[in-house]
């Protein structure tokens, strides 16, 4: 849920300003500081302590806000908050909890599960990252800002389509595209 440094490392790749559009916003910060601890204790209220953290989800609720093509036509922008953060906080801990069920068991059985962090694991990583970085700055344009507003800023196939003027299935091809172009360039990269 939480991006870190990744987004912060591939905010250049957006050759638009989309990065700095959803970083910013004239009353965004106004709202944060109204809304943040309300909307915190709102969920701690309503689900108890996380995971996932009431703070993470409400961050996750502003940012979304702020991708927001016209944040103007949302009326009642507490309310769009109040819901965004209700349904982020199910939808994370429904991931959670199949991750739980599922995932962690077979790691479990199968003994790959090490969290022990090593210089070799750190630099494996930093290589893939970079690999990762090449791979998506190679995409095309349309394809790459389309990857990137979905799979990092987390915006629906329809938001971005909606925002670019496009059909959502045109969306949906470069998302599809992109991943494909990502997957080939990071095993092409793996083969050597």
Request: charged share 25%; aromatic share 8%.
């Amino acid at each position: 849920m939480v991006k870190g440094s990744l987004e912060v490392e591939l905010q250049p790749l957006l050759a638009d300003g989309v990065a700095e559009d959803v970083a910013t916003g004239g009353k965004l910060a106004e709202l944060y500081e109204s809304y943040c601890a309300e909307l915190c204790s709102y969920l701690r209220r309503t689900f108890g302590a996380g995971p996932p953290d009431a703070q993470d989800v409400v961050h996750e609720a502003f940012a979304k806000f702020a991708a927001l093509a016209d944040r103007n036509r949302v009326l009642n922008p507490r309310a769009y908050l109040y819901r965004s953060s209700y349904h982020i906080f199910i939808d994370e801990r429904r991931r959670l909890s199949s991750w739980r069920h599922g995932v962690a068991p077979q790691l479990a059985e199968s003994g790959t599960h090490n969290d022990e962090i090593t210089p070799e694991r750190v630099i494996i990583a930093n290589e893939r990252l970079e690999s990762l970085r090449q791979a998506i700055q190679q995409l095309p344009a349309e394809r790459r800002r389309s990857f990137l507003l979905h799979r990092l800023y987390g915006l629906s196939c329809a938001e971005i389509a909606r925002r670019d003027g496009y059909s959502e299935s045109a969306i949906k091809k470069h998302i599809a595209l992109a991943m494909a172009d990502i997957d080939a360039a990071l095993s092409k990269g793996q083969a050597r």
